[in-house]
Nanobody, 115 residues
Framework: QVRLVESGGGLVQPGGSLRLSCAAFGTTLRIYDMGWYRQAPGKQRELVARISSVRSTYYADSVKGRFTISRDNAFDTVYLQMNSLNPEDTAVYYC?????????WGQGTQVTVSS
């Protein structure tokens, strides 16, 4: 059964850092462009970072310079390093293929930035 599993979220103070991980079971992520998305309370899910199969990247303006997306194809894993976090980054973070071949959404991982 195909599953996406996000991990690494938690509670962090403003200015802190977290690293999120995304793994897939029952399928591969290696040949696909991948994205990290987030959904804050009362808001739509938005794309925050994208990485292609050849590791070109895109970042939303709101996270540019603070977040870094990467991937390790040997372990079929995608990461999101988040630095200089602020309360506006509070959301549930999801990963998925950034293509027509979207997988079912996983549970996501909660990131809460608060003092």
């Amino acid at each position: 059964q195909v599953r996406l599993v996000e991990s690494g979220g938690g509670l962090v103070q403003p200015g802190g850092s977290l690293r999120l991980s995304c793994a897939a079971f029952g399928t591969t992520l290696r040949i696909y462009d991948m994205g990290w998305y987030r959904q804050a309370p009362g808001k739509q899910r938005e794309l925050v970072a994208r990485i292609s199969s050849v590791r070109s990247t895109y970042y939303a303006d709101s996270v540019k310079g603070r977040f870094t997306i990467s991937r390790d194809n040997a372990f079929d894993t995608v990461y999101l390093q988040m630095n200089s976090l602020n309360p506006e980054d509070t959301a549930v973070y999801y990963c998925n293929r950034d293509s027509i071949s979207l997988l079912p959404w996983g549970q996501g991982t909660q990131v809460t930035v608060s003092s």
